[in-house]
Antibody
Framework: EVQLVETGGGLVQPGRSLKLSCVASGFTFNNYWMSWTRQAPGKGLEWVASITNSGGSTYYPDSVKGRFTISRDNAQNTLYLQMNSLRSEDTATYYC????????WGQGTLVTVSS | DIQMTQSPSSMSASLGDRVTITCRASQDIGNYLSWFQQKPGKSPRRMIYGATNLAAGVPSRFSGSRSGSDYSLTISSLESEDMAIYYCLQSIQYPWTFGGGTKLELK
């Protein structure tokens, strides 16, 4: 059974940093591209970042480019999202997803950016 | 960026009704279109991929179709468990973009 478990969310002040983790199980992690997608409270879905299976290439929308970094540790079956210079508009539940596309989703972790 | 215009934004229907939700792409996306279902407090679930392919475990009353730049999700006979918000997604070109969502409620 495919499982994606996100951790690392919480309350953070504007301008500060936070790093999310997603531990994957139930599939061969290094065979799949992975992504992060977010959902602001009461709003729709927004794709945030994707990474190739080797980690050699990454992709971001303009809204987070230069502030967020997606990475992975294939030996540890773990996906990361480093979020810097956080803004109030980054407040959202962040989901880890496996490509297919978005064939599987984690339960999400809530990030709240507020002073 | 490719815009995905989803309609309607909300709708109400009765049990047993045939329901259709549509997304229109602002550029050619081929069949790189997926549909997701999200119930309150839950993570989204993929229902359709490649515009017409049913994801594993999804009931056969769900189907996807394409007509030009219009993509549709159809529920052939609505059941109570289908009440949810539905989103489309294009994944042919970065940034990948979702439609605004359709909230499906029971009449």
């Amino acid at each position: 059974e495919v499982q994606l478990v996100e951790t690392g969310g919480g309350l953070v002040q504007p301008g500060r940093s936070l790093k999310l983790s997603c531990v994957a199980s139930g599939f061969t992690f290094n065979n799949y591209w992975m992504s992060w997608t977010r959902q602001a409270p009461g709003k729709g879905l927004e794709w945030v970042a994707s990474i190739t299976n080797s980690g050699g290439s990454t992709y971001y929308p303009d809204s987070v480019k230069g502030r967020f970094t997606i990475s992975r540790d294939n030996a540890q079956n773990t996906l990361y999202l480093q979020m810097n210079s956080l803004r109030s508009e980054d407040t959202a539940t962040y989901y880890c997803t496996r490509e297919g596309p978005f064939a599987y989703w984690g339960q999400g972790t809530l990030v709240t950016v507020s002073s | 960026d490719i815009q995905m215009t989803q309609s309607p934004s909300s709708m109400s229907a009765s049990l047993g009704d045939r329901v259709t939700i549509t997304c229109r792409a602002s550029q050619d996306i081929g069949n790189y279109l997926s549909w997701f279902q999200q119930k309150p407090g839950k993570s989204p679930r993929r229902m359709i991929y490649g515009a017409t392919n049913l994801a594993a475990g999804v009931p056969s009353r769900f189907s996807g179709s394409r007509s030009g730049s219009d993509y549709s999700l159809t529920i052939s006979s609505l059941e109570s468990e289908d009440m949810a918000i539905y989103y489309c997604l294009q994944s042919i070109q970065y940034p990948w973009t979702f439609g605004g969502g359709t909230k499906l409620e029971l009449k």
